[in-house]
C-alpha cells in the first residue's frame, strides 16, 4: 500500500498547500478576494474526493464455498458467522476501522410488512378478503392471522423441490422473530451499533434466520489485518440461493465493485450453479474485474498433485467463460488458524490487542488441526505462497492501477490551477515593482484578451448546456425504446410467462384434477409459488443483466458525448493562450505555461460516488405482485363462492375434469395478470432510471466537465485591475504586498515541484508485480 498512500497523502498536501495560498491572498488589504473561488471549490472537491473515495471488492460465490472464512482470513481474526442460513439475503460490509464495531440496520415496517405480502400471496386457509387492509406485523390480529393459516398448511405445501418452501420459511421466520426485535423496529429504517465487547452480538442476528430476516445491511469495522481503511471488502450471500431475490441484491451491490473475488471450493469444484453465476456476472459486463480463489481443504486432497490436476481442471472450466482468469490456490481455515495462532502467542506480551470474545483465540480442536496442517508442507507452502502472490495482486489492482486512473485526473487540474496561480502571482509582483502608467496599459490588452476569453467562456457553457439536452433526448430514447412493451426487453417477459408449463402434479405425484377437487386453494398455491420463482430466477438470471450491460453502455455514451463537447474548446483555449502570452511578452512578464494535458472526465465511479449517484436497486424489478394477489385471490373467491352456493341449493357439484379446467382457467388468469403487473413495474422501473439516474449522471457528467474547462479559463479571466487600482489611489503598501506574494511565490514552486514529481512517479509505479 506504499505507493497508495504516497499518491494520496501527495495530492492532500497539495491541496492544502494550494488552499492556504488562496487564504494568503485575502490578507492583502483591498484585493479582490472572489478571484480565487472557483480554483478554492476545485480543490476543496479534489480533497474531498480523495478523503472519501472507498474501493469495494465484492467477495462470492456458492453457499459453503468459504467466503466468510476467507474475509476472517484477511482480517486475522473470527469475526464474521460462519455458515448463515440461506433464507437471508444480507451483503456484510467489512472496513478497516480504529476499533471494533458492528453497525446493524434494521428494515422499516412498510419493507417488512412488503415482504411479508409478497409471501402471502394465495396462501390457503388466510381469511382475508379483497378489500381487507394491508397486513402489518405491529397487529396483533394480522399476526395471529397468518399464524393460523401457516399451521394449516399441509405438509406437501411446506416443501419444494426436496427443500422446506422458501416463503413459508421467510414468513414463518417474521412471526418468530418478532417479539426479540420489535422494540429496535420503527417506521424508519434503525441503525443499532455494537462495539467492543458487544461486537460479538451481531453474530446473534446473522447466524439467527428469526432475527437476520428483520436485517437489511450490516456493516463492520474491524481493526486488524493488512486491509487499508479506504477498502471495503463484502461478504455476499451464495450466488446459488434459492430466493432469485438474493440474486437480484448481489446484483446491486456488484454494480459499484472494483474487484470481484470468487471463491469456489476445492470439495465440489465448478458447479453448474457456478457456470450459471458467472456467466450472468459476464452478461453485466464486468467479468474482466474477477479474480479465482480456490479454497482448499488439506483433508480432501491425498496429494500436492492431486489438488494441482484439480486446480487445472477447474481452470479450463472457468476459462471457458473468463480467458485467462487469474487463479489462486490457498486454504482460506488455515490462514485463519495460522493468524489466530499468530495472534495468541503474542497476547502475553503488554503491548498485545484487546481480544473480544475470543476473536484469536484457537480452540483444543482446532489448533490440534493447525499442528496437523503445519506438518503437510507441501500444501501449507503452498497456500502460504498463493496467499502471497494473492496479495500482491491485489493490491497492485486495488491500488496502482485503480490510483493511476483517479490521481491522474487530479493531478493534471492540480497543475493548471498550480500554473495559474503561479501566472497571478508574476504578473501582480511585476505590477508592484513597475510604474503605473506601464501597469495601466497592460491591464487595457489583458481586459480586451479576457473579453474574448469571457465569450468563449459563455460559448462553453452554452454548448454545453446544449449537449446536454442533445444528450437527454438520445439516452432518453435509448431508454424508452429498450423498455418498449412491443419490441423492447419486456417482450422476453412476456414470452417467458406465456410459454411456462405449469406442472399440474402435486408433490406426491397426484394429478392437478383429484387434487384440486379436494383443495382447489392449495393447487393454486402450489402453482403459483412454482410459477412466481420461475419468473423471478429469469428476472434475475436473464433480464436484470441485459438492462445492466444496457445501462454501462449508455454510461459510456453519456461521457463520450460530453468529452467530444471538450475537443475544439482545448484548441480555442489553446490559441487565446499564444495571444495571451504574446502580450505578456510584450511587457516583459512571464508567460502561462502552456504545457495542457488532453481533458478528460474523472472516473465514472468516482463521479457517482461523489455525487452520491446510485442505480435503482435490480430487485425493485421483481417486486410486481400488488396487483396479482388482488385479481387471483378475486378468481379463486369467486371459484370457491360457486362451489358453496351449488352445495346450499344441494346441486351437485363439477366432476374432477371441471375442477381440473377451472384450475387451469386460474392459472391462465394469473398469467395474464401477471403480465400486466410486470408491465407496469417495467415502466415504473424505466421512469426511475431515466429520472433518478441516467439524467442525473448526464447532469453531473457536464457539472464536472464545466468546472474543468473552467479551471484552464480562469487563468486568463482572473480580475487583476484591483491592485493596480490599490497601486493608483495609494491604498496598498507596496513592500508588505510585494514580501507576501514573494512568500506565496515560493510556496507555488513548491507545489509545482510537488506535482511533476507526482507525474513520474505515477509512472515509475505503474508496473504490474510478477
Same mark, same amino acid.
Given at each position: 500500500m506504499d505507493t497508495y498512500h504516497f499518491l494520496k497523502n501527495e495530492l492532500l498536501d497539495i491541496t492544502r498547500e494550494m488552499s492556504a495560498l488562496f487564504s494568503n491572498v485575502k490578507t492583502i488589504p483591498g484585493m479582490n478576494h472572489h478571484s480565487f473561488n472557483g480554483w478554492e471549490k476545485t480543490c476543496d472537491n479534489i480533497h474531498q474526493q480523495l478523503s472519501e473515495e472507498v474501493i469495494r471488492v465484492a467477495v462470492v460465490g456458492?453457499?459453503?464455498?468459504?467466503?466468510?472464512?476467507?474475509?476472517?482470513?484477511?482480517?486475522?481474526?473470527?469475526?464474521?458467522?460462519?455458515?448463515?442460513?440461506?433464507?437471508?439475503?444480507?451483503?456484510?460490509?467489512?472496513?478497516?476501522?480504529q476499533s471494533l464495531k458492528a453497525s446493524l440496520c434494521f428494515k422499516s415496517y412498510d419493507d417488512i410488512n412488503a415482504d411479508i405480502e409478497q409471501a402471502m400471496v394465495l396462501l390457503p386457509s388466510l381469511n382475508r378478503q379483497a378489500g381487507d387492509h394491508g397486513f402489518d406485523i405491529r397487529k396483533k390480529e394480522d399476526r395471529e392471522t397468518l399464524e393460523q393459516a401457516l399451521g394449516n398448511l399441509k405438509a406437501d405445501l411446506l416443501i419444494s423441490n426436496d427443500t422446506r418452501n422458501m416463503n413459508s420459511v421467510l414468513l414463518t421466520s417474521y412471526l418468530e422473530g418478532y417479539e426479540k426485535v420489535k422494540d429496535v423496529l420503527s417506521s424508519d429504517t434503525v441503525i443499532?451499533?455494537?462495539?467492543?465487547?458487544?461486537?460479538?452480538m451481531h453474530k446473534d442476528f446473522v447466524g439467527d434466520d428469526t432475527l437476520a430476516v428483520y436485517l437489511r445491511d450490516v456493516q463492520l469495522e474491524i481493526h486488524t489485518g493488512e486491509v487499508d481503511s479506504n477498502i471495503e471488502i463484502a461478504d455476499c450471500q451464495g450466488s446459488d440461493s434459492p430466493n432469485p431475490l438474493h440474486l437480484a441484491m448481489i446484483q446491486d451491490y456488484l454494480l459499484l465493485t472494483h474487484l470481484i473475488v470468487y471463491v469456489i471450493s476445492s470439495r465440489t469444484g465448478v458447479r453448474q450453479a457456478d457456470i450459471k453465476f458467472l456467466s450472468i456476472i459476464k452478461k453485466m459486463g464486468i467479468i474482466d474485474n474477477i479474480l479465482f480463489v480456490i479454497n482448499f481443504d488439506f483433508n480432501e486432497h491425498e496429494s500436492e498433485d492431486d489438488l494441482n490436476a484439480?486446480?487445472?481442471?477447474?481452470?479450463?472450466?472457468?476459462?471457458?467463460? /473468463?480467458?485467462?482468469? !487469474?487463479? @489462486?490456490? +490457498?486454504?482460506?481455515?488455515?490462514? *485463519?488458524?495460522?493468524?489466530?495462532?499468530?495472534? $495468541?502467542?503474542?497476547?502475553?506480551?503488554?503491548?498485545?490487542?484487546?481480544?473480544?470474545?475470543?476473536?484469536?483465540?484457537?480452540?483444543?480442536?482446532?489448533?490440534?488441526?493447525?499442528?496437523?496442517?503445519?506438518?503437510?508442507k507441501a500444501f501449507s507452502d503452498l497456500s502460504a505462497q498463493e496467499t502471497k502472490r494473492f496479495e500482491s495482486y491485489f493490491n497492485h /489492482?486495488?491500488?496502482? !492501477?485503480? @490510483?493511476? +486512473?483517479?490521481?491522474?485526473?487530479? *493531478?493534471?487540474?492540480?497543475?493548471?490551477?498550480? $500554473?495559474?496561480?503561479?501566472?497571478?502571482?508574476?504578473?501582480?509582483?511585476?505590477?508592484?515593482?513597475?510604474?503605473?502608467?506601464?501597469?495601466?496599459?497592460?491591464?487595457?490588452?489583458?481586459?480586451?484578451?479576457?473579453?474574448?476569453?469571457?465569450?468563449?467562456?459563455?460559448?462553453?457553457?452554452?454548448?454545453?448546456?446544449?449537449?446536454?439536452?442533445?444528450?437527454?433526448?438520445?439516452?432518453?430514447?435509448?431508454?424508452?425504446?429498450?423498455?418498449d412493451t412491443r419490441s423492447g426487453i419486456f417482450?422476453?417477459?412476456?414470452?417467458?410467462?406465456?410459454?411456462?408449463?405449469?406442472?399440474?402434479?402435486?408433490?406426491?405425484?397426484?394429478?392437478?384434477?383429484?387434487?384440486?377437487?379436494?383443495?382447489?386453494?392449495?393447487?393454486?398455491?402450489?402453482?403459483?409459488?412454482?410459477?412466481?420463482?420461475?419468473?423471478?430466477?429469469?428476472?434475475?438470471?436473464?433480464?436484470?443483466?441485459?438492462?445492466?450491460?444496457?445501462?454501462?453502455?449508455e454510461e459510456k455514451k453519456i461521457r463520450e458525448s460530453l468529452e467530444s463537447v471538450a475537443e475544439p474548446?482545448?484548441?480555442?483555449?489553446?490559441?487565446?493562450?499564444?495571444?495571451?502570452?504574446?502580450?505578456?511578452?510584450?511587457?516583459?512578464?512571464?508567460?502561462?505555461?502552456?504545457?495542457?494535458?488532453?481533458?478528460?472526465?474523472?472516473?465514472?465511479?468516482?463521479?457517482?460516488?461523489?455525487?452520491?449517484?446510485?442505480?435503482?436497486?435490480?430487485?425493485?424489478?421483481?417486486?410486481?405482485?400488488?396487483?396479482?394477489?388482488?385479481?387471483?385471490?378475486?378468481?379463486?373467491?369467486?371459484?370457491?363462492?360457486?362451489?358453496?352456493?351449488?352445495?346450499?341449493?344441494?346441486k351437485p357439484v363439477e366432476n374432477e375434469a371441471e375442477s381440473s379446467l377451472a384450475l387451469k382457467k386460474g392459472v391462465s388468469r394469473l398469467k395474464q395478470?401477471?403480465?400486466?403487473?410486470?408491465?407496469?413495474?417495467?415502466?415504473?422501473?424505466?421512469?426511475?432510471?431515466?429520472?433518478?439516474?441516467?439524467?442525473?449522471?448526464?447532469?453531473?457528467?457536464?457539472?464536472?466537465?464545466?468546472?474543468?474547462?473552467?479551471?484552464?479559463?480562469?487563468?486568463?479571466?482572473?480580475d487583476i485591475s484591483e491592485i493596480v487600482n490599490l497601486i493608483n489611489k495609494k491604498q496598498i503598501d507596496k513592500h508588505a504586498a510585494s514580501q507576501l506574494l514573494k512568500d506565496m511565490e515560493l510556496a507555488s514552486r513548491g507545489i509545482n515541484t510537488r506535482i511533476e514529481t507526482l507525474r513520474e512517479k505515477m509512472e515509475i509505479s505503474d508496473i504490474r508485480p510478477n
Open positions: 456458492p453457499i459453503k464455498s468459504g467466503k466468510s472464512t476467507f474475509v476472517n482470513s484477511l482480517f486475522n481474526g473470527d469475526y464474521l458467522k460462519r455458515g448463515a442460513g440461506v433464507v437471508t439475503s444480507i451483503v456484510t460490509r467489512i472496513r478497516r476501522g443499532r451499533e455494537y462495539e467492543g465487547d458487544s461486537f460479538a484439480l486446480v487445472e481442471k477447474i481452470r479450463a472450466e472457468v476459462s471457458l467463460i /473468463k480467458p485467462d482468469p !487469474e487463479i @489462486y490456490t +490457498l486454504s482460506g481455515l488455515f490462514n *485463519l488458524f495460522s493468524a489466530k495462532k499468530s495472534r $495468541s502467542e503474542k497476547s502475553d506480551s503488554p503491548e498485545s490487542d484487546f481480544n473480544p470474545a475470543g476473536f484469536y483465540d484457537l480452540s483444543p480442536k482446532d489448533s490440534l488441526r493447525l499442528a496437523q496442517w503445519e506438518k503437510e /489492482k486495488l491500488t496502482t !492501477e485503480r @490510483y493511476a +486512473l483517479l490521481c491522474k485526473n487530479h *493531478l493534471e487540474r492540480l497543475g493548471v490551477i498550480s $500554473s495559474g496561480v503561479e501566472h497571478w502571482i508574476h504578473i501582480n509582483t511585476d505590477i508592484l515593482s513597475g510604474d503605473a502608467h506601464n501597469a495601466n496599459e497592460m491591464i487595457k490588452k489583458i481586459k480586451r484578451h479576457q473579453k474574448k476569453m469571457n465569450q468563449i467562456k459563455a460559448m462553453t457553457e452554452t454548448t454545453l448546456n446544449g449537449t446536454v439536452k442533445k444528450v437527454r433526448h438520445t439516452v432518453k430514447a435509448d431508454i424508452d425504446r429498450f423498455f417482450t422476453g417477459v412476456v414470452g417467458f410467462i406465456r410459454n411456462y408449463n405449469v406442472s399440474y402434479y402435486d408433490n406426491g405425484g397426484n394429478s392437478v384434477g383429484s387434487l384440486a377437487s379436494a383443495d382447489f386453494s392449495n393447487s393454486m398455491y402450489l402453482m403459483f409459488q412454482e410459477f412466481k420463482q420461475a419468473v423471478d430466477s429469469f428476472m434475475a438470471e436473464t433480464i436484470n443483466p441485459d438492462i445492466i450491460r444496457f445501462i454501462k453502455e474548446y482545448e484548441v480555442m483555449v489553446q490559441e487565446a493562450l499564444d495571444e495571451y502570452n504574446k502580450i505578456m511578452e510584450r511587457f516583459q512578464l512571464a508567460p502561462i505555461q502552456g504545457d495542457q494535458h488532453k481533458i478528460e472526465l474523472p472516473d465514472t465511479e468516482l463521479i457517482k460516488q461523489t455525487t452520491e449517484l446510485k442505480f435503482p436497486p435490480m430487485a425493485a424489478s421483481m417486486r410486481y405482485s400488488a396487483k396479482i394477489k388482488t385479481e387471483a385471490i378475486m378468481h379463486f373467491g369467486f371459484y370457491t363462492a360457486v362451489r358453496l352456493i351449488k352445495k346450499l341449493f344441494k395478470e401477471t403480465e400486466k403487473a410486470t408491465a407496469f413495474h417495467f415502466k415504473d422501473y424505466r421512469e426511475n432510471i431515466k429520472f433518478q439516474y441516467v439524467f442525473r449522471l448526464v447532469e453531473a457528467f457536464s457539472t464536472i466537465l464545466y468546472d474543468i474547462l473552467l479551471d484552464r479559463l480562469h487563468a486568463h479571466t482572473t
